[in-house]
């Protein structure tokens, strides 16, 4: 079974930029397609971007299209989120996760925090 941790979160003020990490162990990582959601105070999680397998196809939120970009490394077994012009109401938990045909799996997450 995979196991995933996220890291990158922090402070950042408005306009910034953050680069989150998802490292993952136990488990094929090719064979997953990986995400990354998050959830804000109060809210809902809501899905932020995903890429395939191969890194080949991404999709994104409509909230975040042209300012995060995920990208993942199979060779490190880890997946990455670029998140820049960040605004305050990205301020949330950032999650990552990884789906293959046995499941759904996912990590602690990271708080990501942005001042105005």
């Known amino acids: 079974q995979v196991q995933l941790v996220e890291s990158g979160g922090g402070l950042v003020q408005a306009g910034g930029s953050l680069r989150l990490s998802c490292a993952t162990s136990?488990?094929?990582?090719?064979?997953?397609?990986m995400g990354w959601f998050r959830r804000a105070p109060g809210k809902k999680r809501e899905f932020v971007a995903a890429?395939?397998?191969?890194?080949?196809?991404?999709h994104y939120a409509d909230s975040v299209k042209g300012r995060f970009t995920i990208s993942r490394d199979n060779a490190k077994n880890t997946v990455y989120l670029q998140m820049n012009s960040l605004k305050p109401e990205d301020t949330a938990v950032y999650y990552c996760?990884?789906?293959?045909?046995?499941?759904?799996?996912w990590g602690p997450g990271t708080q990501v925090t942005v001042s105005s």
């Open positions: 890429v395939n397998w191969s890194g080949g196809s991404t």
């Open positions: 996760n990884a789906v293959n045909v046995f499941g759904t799996y």
């Open positions: 136990g488990g094929t990582f090719s064979t997953y397609a």
